[in-house]
């Protein structure tokens, strides 16, 4: 039950880091050849960021984050460069999500990190 829950943490916190956070000028200038008004990296950095800091949160694991910060950037760059759908996108990254709740699981079986008060 702790991994479904933790799951679904991380997969709500996705939705709203790649929907409700993620503006459409950063959608579109976070892939390369659009028409910048940052360059387009710094854009794909940020929102990167976003979703890094929502896994750290929900997770209470900074290091986490970091790791969910740089493989959405790897996965979005992908996408930028066509080589998957915007569905592949998305099960790519509720996979990533899938495999930190399981590393948590596993590496804290008898403690509940993700839970900052219960």
């Given amino acids: 039950m702790a991994f479904f829950n933790l799951f679904l943490l991380l997969a709500m916190g996705h939705f709203l880091g790649?929907?409700?956070?993620q503006?459409?000028?950063?959608?579109q200038e976070k892939c390369a050849g659009a028409d910048p008004t940052l360059p387009w990296w710094i854009w794909l950095t940020?929102?990167?960021a976003i979703h890094g800091l929502i896994v750290a949160v929900?997770?209470?694991?900074p290091l986490l984050g970091l790791c969910e910060?740089?493989?959405?950037?790897?996965?979005?760059?992908?996408?930028?460069?066509h080589?998957?759908?915007?569905?592949?996108d998305q099960v790519l990254h509720l996979s990533c999500k899938a495999a930190w709740a399981a590393?948590?699981?596993l590496m804290f079986p008898a403690e509940k990190?993700?839970?900052?008060?219960r």
């Fill in 46 to 48: 940020a929102h990167g």
């Fill in 83 to 88: 080589r998957y759908s915007l569905v592949t």
């Fill in 113 to 117: 990190p993700w839970l900052l008060h």
């Fill in 103 to 105: 590393l948590i699981v």
């Fill in 18 to 21: 790649d929907f409700a956070l």
């Fill in 58 to 61: 929900l997770s209470g694991l």
């Fill in 69 to 81: 910060w740089v493989v959405h950037g790897w996965i979005d760059y992908g996408k930028c460069r």
């Fill in 23 to 27: 503006s459409d000028r950063m959608a």
